[in-house]
């Protein structure tokens, strides 16, 4: 299994662009999520999805759209970038069965908007 | 909203000492989760605890849940360069899978 993918690892946007990042599981998680990070922040979550076609809000979900069109993919959206997006963004996937919400997180994607 | 305190925010060591860092919330939590991140690195899952008063162990790392499920410990017994990292709680208050992240306690240790 390859886990948790993201795509690109790094990007540079200039103000204004469009952009969607890449997240992928082959896990079978019906959960999934977007956090970013920045320092002195920890984790903030921005969109999650417990399954496909049903996404909700996170804590800071302005300027960014996400969709689940499948159990294996959840793109996030830039809708028009601004410097205050620059972070890195990880996205996490967890099984809801169970009682055990153990999440997996991809290896991240550095954002800079100049 | 749920909120979540975590504290301190940074703890400097000498290796061989020992480390707490303590998650606090304003609500009851169904469970929480403790994640450890290495510099450069993702988070990564090192425990659930869900029954109140709950202690479990990892090799030195004492994880503990209050009785009134709304604070939480993580506790590293005689530290190692290797312990060095960010260590997250993320409360679970629902019990659906949605983690609200603490702000993390940034260890650096000492050799």
């Known amino acids: 299994n390859a886990g948790v993918t993201q795509t690109p690892k790094f990007q540079v946007l200039k103000t204004g662009q469009s952009m969607t990042l890449q997240c992928a599981q082959d896990m079978n998680h019906e959960y999934m999520s977007w956090y970013r990070q920045d320092p002195g922040m920890g984790l903030r979550l921005i969109h999650y999805s417990v399954g496909a076609g049903i996404t909700d809000q996170g804590e800071v979900p302005n300027g960014y759209n996400v969709s689940r069109s499948t159990t294996e993919d959840f793109p996030l959206r830039l809708l028009s970038a601004a410097p205050s997006q620059t972070s890195v963004y990880f996205c996490a996937s967890s099984y809801l069965a169970g009682g055990s919400y153990e999440q997996y997180f991809g290896p991240g994607t550095r954002l800079t908007v100049t | 909203g749920q909120q979540v305190m975590q504290i301190p925010q940074y703890q400097h060591v000498q290796e061989g000492e020992d480390f707490t860092t303590y998650c606090n919330s304003s609500?009851?939590?169904?469970?929480i989760q403790w994640y450890k991140q290495r510099p450069g690195g993702h988070p990564v899952f090192l425990i659930q605890?869900?029954?109140?008063?709950e202690v479990k162990k990892q090799k030195r790392l004492t994880f503990q849940f209050g009785e009134a499920k709304k604070n939480s410990s993580l506790h590293i017994t005689a530290t190692q360069t290797t312990d060095v990292g960010t260590y997250f709680c993320a409360p679970d208050s629902s019990n659906t899978g949605k983690l609200i992240f603490g702000q993390g306690t940034t260890l650096q240790v000492k050799p």
């Open positions: 609500t009851t939590l169904s469970n």
């Open positions: 605890l869900v029954k109140s008063g």
